[in-house]
């Protein structure tokens, strides 16, 4: 049985034990994880022996005909790639989407260090710390270094036998394949939902579609275009290498094949004469060993991980991720891709992803590399006689075509999606379903509407009257999300009527909620309306003047709610600066308008009631201000918002509960209870759950034939 019927019989096991046994298959997981190290394992050795070697058997002439004729030559092909993986995110269909808060939208990205990252002060750092670049750097450096070296022969036998060593180790670990994607198949089938698993169809579709247009037009097309080599002449005598190379996966099996093609066709159009005849038998081996156009194209990926986990790139990252990726790619994708998935805060889970695409990928990928490299020795070895030829009138055509093909290829492609991936937004069906963690054991009663409240004499013992009264009467501000809301059952829920349950069962007594007004507060804490208000109340300097706040249980960020289009726009505040005049909704809390005052100062700010008037239509709003945890709760309701937090600098805010009747020795009770209760980690586990929605989605079992189909287990 041949190597690849193997891959595929493991591949379709895999996804069959996946939907047989659904979420039980991750017990494989360690195996999946296990293999990817060990594909990882002896990636950069090799980069660094492979540069080495091959650089150092050049002389100093084929260095230069090298560096001049075949590398303009691969930054032209380099620049075609990128712009065709840059076009791929084009074919995402446009779906509605919003998310919890995260931590990534405070986290502030680390500068782009270009020394650090690309020049090695020490490269054994670089190669424990997998920095791609710098190892590639280093490798390059010694390599050309050795050029000139005359007594280079017994390093060079060395590096090659290296190299041979390191190859076969490659190509032992490549023989568990079949164990390895058995295992990574099944775990993604068994716990991939449907959701991820149309996302996933789409950047497959989308990357095969493309990865055919450039390597059976975009590049043929271009030597046909500028040389007098035809397509049908390339296709006669690569045609089996390639099928082979697409069914094993395997660029370097065929290199023989396409150096004697390449010299073949330079032979039968009489471009032989001179060095450009061997120039092949440089260029294809040199050109292993820096980045394909299929690997190029496999830069896709991030920005594909990036649009299914909603994480929004600028042009300045998409910049970037050009330059990064082109010079990481010079080793793995195995290596790169977890390193440019860190690099742009994107889950590192979804490197699981490539993998699994990278099945069906991988082989359409070699397909480019293959072509791409019998571009390179063509158009390469033509330059150096004279023969490309720029001002051929074929080139207009062949530009012409290849505009109207990639337009029917990415407009088609994304006409598909939009039709068939139908995308229905149920993330606000996930917050209106939200429930308390802690069922309460005492009596509870909610009050939507305000009770009549008298006049108490400041010397009554808070903590008493809460024991007679046999309750605890907690004041909430109503919409005030995620800390208090009324979920889809009409239940009062959030993160601080959660704590104020517990709050209460530690009393031993039951517990009343009663609504308060904000700009009230102080006068229905006087009374005996209320003990305590637990709704997110900020600590300000305008709030810790009037009211007794108790110690702070959390930090809230100041931060920006604006439509999906404008995110880029509040990124900065200096680009806030920049728009002028413009409308900021805000609530009455003094001390955040102070703060957007301070840095924008022609903005004009219109105080709201509630975050719900900025989402009216025709509200006239440029912007509403307010804390991302609570920001981008609101956003689950309307989608069509995002949450930016702009920078330079963090505005943190804390939160505390107000105390009734400046009661100290209640407020002393308050704060020891909070310091209790962030020591046994119920904060923590109400803040994951509450404002970072972990498990906030009801869990239900993944379907599975064991299951759902036999009835073997529940």
């Known amino acids: 049985m041949s190597f690849s019927r193997k891959i595929l019989i493991a591949l379709a096991a895999g996804i069959l034990l996946g939907i047989f046994l659904g ?47 075949a590398g303009a030559v691969l930054l032209l092909l380099w620049a075609i790639a990128l712009v065709f993986a840059f076009l791929i995110p084009l074919t ?16 502030r990205r680390q500068a782009f260090n270009f ?13 424990a710390n997998n920095i791609v670049p710098a190892v590639v750097l280093f490798a390059i450096v010694v390599g050309v270094a050795l050029i000139g070296v005359e007594r280079k022969t017994t390093l060079v036998e060395v590096l090659r036998t290296a190299s041979e060593a390191l190859a076969r180790a490659t190509r032992f670990i490549v023989r568990l394949t079949p164990y390895g994607l058995f295992a990574i198949a099944a ?69 023989p094949v396409l150096t004697e093609a390449s010299k073949t066709l330079i032979a039968r159009h009489g471009l032989a004469e001179g060095p450009s005849g061997q120039l092949p038998d440089v260029v294809v081996p040199a050109s292993f060993n820096f980045p394909h156009t299929g690997k190029l194209l496999s830069l896709s990926f991030i920005l594909f991980a990036a649009w299914f986990t909603d994480i929004a790139l600028t042009v300045a990252d998409r910049a970037r991720l050009a330059f990064t990726g082109l010079v990481t790619f010079f080793g793995s994708l195995n290596s790169a891709v977890p390193f440019l998935l860190d690099l742009f805060r994107i889950p590192a889970d979804t490197f699981q992803l490539f993998l699994a695409t990278g099945v069906i990928n991988s082989r359409v990928g070699t397909l480019v590399a293959a072509v791409h490299t019998l571009t390179v020795a063509l158009l390469g070895s033509c330059a150096v006689v004279g023969a490309v030829n720029w001002r051929s009138p074929r080139l207009p055509r062949y530009l012409a075509v290849t505009l109207a093909l990639t337009v029917v290829v990415i407009g088609g492609t994304r006409l598909l999606f939009e039709r068939v991936l139908r995308h229905e937004y149920t993330r606000d069906e996930v917050l209106a379903g939200m429930h308390l963690l802690l069922q309460p054991s005492g009596d509870a009663r909610v009050y939507r509407t305000e009770l009549p409240s008298n006049r108490v004499e400041a010397a009554v013992n808070q903590l008493s009257v809460i024991r007679s009264r046999g309750a605890l009467r907690v004041g909430y501000a109503p919409n005030s999300l995620p800390y208090a809301f009324f979920n889809s059952r009409g239940d009062l829920v959030g993160f601080d009527v959660e704590m104020a349950h517990r709050l209460a069962e530690e009393l031993r007594v039951g517990i009343e909620f009663v609504p308060v007004d904000r700009p009230r507060i102080f006068g229905q804490l006087s009374g005996d309306y209320c003990d305590i208000v637990m709704s997110g109340v900020p600590v300000t300097t305008d709030n810790a003047s009037r009211l007794l706040l108790s110690a702070s249980y959390l930090d809230e960020t100041l931060a920006f ?18 728009m002028g005049p413009i409308v900021i909704g805000a609530p009455d809390v003094p001390y955040y308008i102070d703060k957007v005052r301070q840095q924008a100062p022609e903005a004009r700010i219109e105080v709201l009631r509630s975050p719900e008037e900025a989402f009216a239509l025709g509200s006239g709003l440029h912007a509403m201000l307010l804390p991302a945890e609570r920001g981008s709760a609101w956003t689950l309701l309307h989608p069509e918002f995002s949450v930016v937090v702009p920078e330079p600098g963090l505005v943190k805010v804390p939160l505390a509960y107000a105390i009734a009747r400046h009661d100290q020795a209640f407020a002393s009770f308050v704060n020891t209870w909070i310091d209790l209760k962030r020591k046994d980690g119920t904060i923590d586990r109400l803040y994951r759950y509450w404002i970072l929605g972990q498990n906030a989605a009801a869990a239900r079992p993944r379907w599975s034939i064991i299951r759902d189909v036999l009835h073997w287990v529940d």
């Open 92 to 107: 995402f269909p446009s779906i509605e989407s919003a998310s919890f808060f995260s931590t990534t939208l405070v986290e």
């Open 561 to 578: 709610v604006v439509p999906d289009h404008a995110r880029e726009a509040f990124a900065s505040w200096d680009q806030i600066r920049r």
């Open 115 to 127: 020394v650090d990252l690309y020049i090695p002060s020490n490269p054994f750092y670089s190669l």
């Open 23 to 69: 979420e039980r298959a991750t017990y494989l997981k360690w195996a999946a994880d296990g293999f990817v190290k060990l594909l990882q394992m002896t990636v950069l050795p090799y980069v660094v022996v492979s540069i080495i070697g091959s650089l150092a058997t050049l002389n100093a002439a084929d260095a230069k005909r090298l560096a001049v004729k």
């Open 187 to 255: 775990v993604a089938a068994g716990t991939l939902n449907l959701e991820q698993i149309g996302r996933l169809q789409v950047y497959l579709i989308a990357y095969v579609a493309v990865a055919l247009l450039v390597s059976l037009w975009v590049l043929p097309g271009l030597i046909a275009a500028v040389t007098p080599i035809r397509i049908r002449e390339i296709v006669e005598l690569t045609r089996n290498a390639l099928i082979v190379g697409v069914v094993a996966g395997d660029l370097f099996i065929i290199l």
